[in-house]
């Protein structure tokens, strides 16, 4: 795990109490991209401070099945747990029903029935861009639990992926811009979805 490889590469030992040292956020499973940890526990409370009062930027490039109706927008629901699933999350449009998601999106290309887009999280909930995605009847292409198995890209995994982060370093008070380039995943899959789909 992440956790593992931090202890190894800053040769500690894992503190008591803290089962996830260094860890500052998280990325869903399948999902690629920029990450920030914490190398001391005063870092670490710093960092996360900055997550809890909003002040991180992080944006996200994602490869949807279907189209969004709007180029551009922004989705405001309250997510909760599935009571069918416990596995899955959904969301609601009635205030006070879960906790407030709030996502915007920007189209980046269309192709056919498949978009690129980038998403800005300006709230950090489980699966909020996987939930949100469905939301707008267009889930992220390789989604496992809120997609379909695709013809066209049947062995397509999650083509969500964390493409920039800015955040204020401990003891900075300007921000940091920290960048991950799209993966080898990401491009094939749009390498072929030029060659399908010329505009």
């Known amino acids: 795990t992440l956790v593992h490889a931090l202890l190894w590469h800053w040769k500690l030992a894992a503190p008591e109490g803290n089962p996830r040292p260094g860890i500052?956020?998280?990325?869903?499973?399948?999902?690629?991209?920029?990450?920030?940890?914490?190398?001391?526990?005063?870092?670490?409370?710093?960092?996360q401070e900055q997550f809890r009062l909003r002040k991180v930027k992080k944006v996200y490039a994602a490869i949807l099945k279907g189209v969004p109706?709007?180029?551009?927008?922004?989705?405001?629901t309250w997510i909760f747990r599935d009571p069918r699933n416990r596995k899955r999350f959904t969301c609601s449009d009635n205030p006070g029903k879960g906790r407030f998601a709030h996502t915007c999106y920007h189209v980046v290309r269309v192709y056919g029935?498949?978009?690129?887009?980038?998403?800005?999280?300006?709230?950090?909930?489980?699966?909020?861009?996987?939930?949100?995605?469905?939301?707008?009847?267009?889930?992220?292409?390789g989604d496992p639990i809120y997609g379909k198995k695709d013809a066209l890209f049947d062995s397509a995994?999650?083509?969500?992926?964390a493409k920039k982060l800015k955040i204020a370093l401990p003891g900075q008070e300007k921000l940091?811009?920290?960048?991950?380039?799209?993966?080898?995943?990401?491009?094939?899959?749009?390498r072929t979805l030029k060659e399908k789909f010329p505009s």
């Not at 980038?118 to 489980?126: A, D, E, I, N, V």
Request: hydrophobic share 40%; proline share 7%.
């Open 24 to 47: 500052v956020h998280r990325l869903d499973k399948d999902t690629s991209g920029v990450m920030i940890t914490a190398r001391t526990p005063e870092a670490e409370a710093w960092l």
């Open 113 to 141: 029935p498949y978009t690129l887009i980038l998403f800005s999280l300006h709230t950090g909930r489980t699966h909020q861009l996987r939930v949100h995605s469905k939301y707008l009847g267009t889930p992220i292409l």
């Open 157 to 161: 995994t999650l083509m969500l992926h």
């Open 176 to 190: 940091s811009v920290f960048k991950a380039p799209l993966p080898p995943r990401f491009k094939k899959v749009i």
């Open 69 to 76: 109706k709007k180029r551009e927008g922004e989705i405001r």
